[in-house]
């Protein structure tokens, strides 16, 4: 058995142990009690060819030895089959969107391919996006176009290398298709090329995954559910003897992980002005992954109000602002879909931690950002008055950490203040300077070293929404020659790539007044 296809590698899912639709007829319907449907992929595509693939995850997950552009593995990677020794399924959930239940909705355009294990013994499942019709599509046509493919391939390596929970991408397959889709959903659609990503993570497990069964009432399967993702991704929780004596506590355990896994995955993204978007509870992951990149947007202007969905405008949901607010509603739900599992009294209390533990990884993550040993009254006020200037200015947040860092490092303090080139805006330079001021009493003598470590957590490189659209339209005209600079500088985020201002500076003029930093779910 060849070593070199990467179908060998590739294991039956451990939800196999699950009850499955098996019948693999792609119609749309609703599938019950099952954790999904076989789905085989089966797409043509004569004049498929990788436009990426990522050595470095290949190498993590062991497959570095495998030529991945054999015609073999090319087909596999472009839904054009399945491995011999696993079988492609499509998930099924549910979700609440924009606050209200919406029923079953499953991998619409997602399948999965099966799992990897990797040396260190962790497992891995390989999915890909855009590869055919499920049971799940509903009105949709199961492809994604390319430039939802290239967001979705860019950011979560990007989340990746900036050390925030992440699905990963490994590949993306250019299908030398076209679809069509009504981008700005006003009438005026055109064909777009279409693309297949494959992604990896240890689960794609979703809150929805358990909403839609408690929602109908399928509680054996629900619990099973429940006790497969215990033992696949919270080993851990399995080895406390009060299990045996007491059945509900490894629910209300796990449910604990994932409060604090989610309340993290918000901080994090909080601390670099990403904003997802859309989460609705199909789109939370259990293990407190990013997951599903739609129209996400790194905030270009500190904005509690941005957000880069379209859809999203008209009660801005899920604005930066209130990103926090919907990961405590969304595990609300979860407690709900839980609740045969947990009791009430013990879901309340595992929530009532949600607040201690955001609030816990924000303050560590601001110490590190920066440079603080503690958060006492100084640095509280300090921290206070960063926010209120960034807010009352709208900058760019990770361009202000970037440079209080360098300014350190390099012993520049204009560093700081460079950004500020208009003289009108001398009375904003004169609150930074005096802030700045107060930072450098705070935070003692060894300033280049401070400055050092602070280069090393917050990035230069930032997928800005004006850099997404320049990749896109060049990619979209055949020039790769921008993805793939860009797709090396995301994998070193913190060096200075001096030489690439042009790239990695704050929004333009033109993107602002062009909006950029929006897209609508259209991908
Ligand atoms: P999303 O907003 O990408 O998380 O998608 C929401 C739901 O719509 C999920 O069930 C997706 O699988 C489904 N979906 C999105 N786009 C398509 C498509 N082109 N074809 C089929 N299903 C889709
Ligand atoms: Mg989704």
């Known amino acids: 058995m060849s070593e070199h296809l990467l179908e060998n590698r590739l294991n039956e899912f451990f939800g196999r142990k699950l009850p499955m639709d098996e019948s693999a007829e792609n119609t749309p319907r609703q599938t019950f009690g099952c954790f999904g449907s076989l789905v085989e992929p089966n797409c043509s595509f004569p004049d498929a060819k990788f436009l990426c693939y990522s050595k470095q995850l290949m190498e993590t997950l062991g497959l570095g030895h495998i030529n991945i552009e054999d015609e073999s593995n090319l087909k596999l990677l472009s839904g054009q089959r399945q491995s011999a020794h696993a079988k492609a399924y499509a998930q099924c959930y549910g979700g609440y969107q924009f606050g209200h239940w919406a029923g079953q909705l499953g991998d619409g355009r997602a399948i999965n391919l099966g799992v990897l294990t990797c040396a260190d013994g962790l497992s891995m499942e390989i999915q890909l996006k855009g590869a055919g019709l499920t049971p799940y599509s509903r009105m949709g046509d199961g492809a994604a176009v390319l430039r939802s493919s290239i967001r979705e391939y860019l950011a979560s390596e990007a989340m990746f290398f900036l050390e925030i929970p992440t699905t990963r991408a ?202 603080f040993t503690k958060i006492e009254e100084v640095e509280q006020n300090l921290l206070n008055e960063w926010y209120e200037l960034m807010q009352g200015h709208t900058l760019d947040l990770n361009e202000r950490f970037r440079s209080l860092g360098r300014s350190l490092r390099d012993e520049d303090p204009e560093f700081f203040i460079k950004i500020f080139v208009d003289t009108e805006q001398q009375d904003i330079i004169a609150k930074w300077r005096l802030w700045y001021e107060k930072y450098l009493n705070a935070i003692g003598d060894n300033r280049k070293d401070i400055g050092t470590k602070l280069c090393q957590v917050n990035p230069r490189v930032i997928l800005r929404n004006h850099l997404l659209h320049r990749v896109i339209e060049s990619t979209e005209k055949g020039d790769h020659t921008l993805f793939m600079k860009v797709n090396e500088m995301i994998q070193r985020p913190f060096d200075d790539w001096d030489n690439e201002e042009d790239l990695l500076s704050v929004a333009p003029d033109w993107a602002l007044e062009k909006n950029v930093a929006m897209n609508s779910c259209s991908s």
């Open 170 to 371: 490994m590949s993306i397959a250019l299908t030398g298709e076209s679809v069509y889709r009504d981008k700005f959903y006003n009438g005026f659609g055109a064909m777009e090329p279409s693309a297949i990503v494959s992604r990896v993570a240890p689960s794609f497990i979703r809150f929805g995954s358990f909403d839609l069964p408690s929602h109908r009432k399928e509680y054996p399967f629900l619990q099973q559910l429940a006790n497969v993702t215990i033992e696949r991704h919270f080993p851990q929780l399995m080895q406390n003897t009060d299990d045996i004596k007491d059945g509900a506590n490894r629910y209300v355990r796990m449910f604990a992980r994932v409060v604090e896994r989610t309340a993290e995955m918000i901080a994090l993204w909080q601390s670099v002005g990403f904003v997802h978007g859309v989460m609705n509870t199909d789109n939370m992951s259990i293990l407190g992954l990013t997951i599903d990149y739609g129209p996400y947007g790194f905030m270009d202007k500190f904005d509690p109000e941005y957000t880069p969905n379209t859809s999203d405008l008209p009660g801005k949901r899920y604005c930066f602002g209130r990103q926090y607010a919907v990961g405590a509603w969304n595990l609300q739900r979860l407690a709900e879909s839980l609740s045969v599992l947990i009791p009430q009294p013990a879901a309340e209390s595992v929530l009532a931690h949600y607040q201690e533990h955001f609030l816990h990884s924000w303050q560590e993550i601001m110490k590190r950002k920066f440079g």
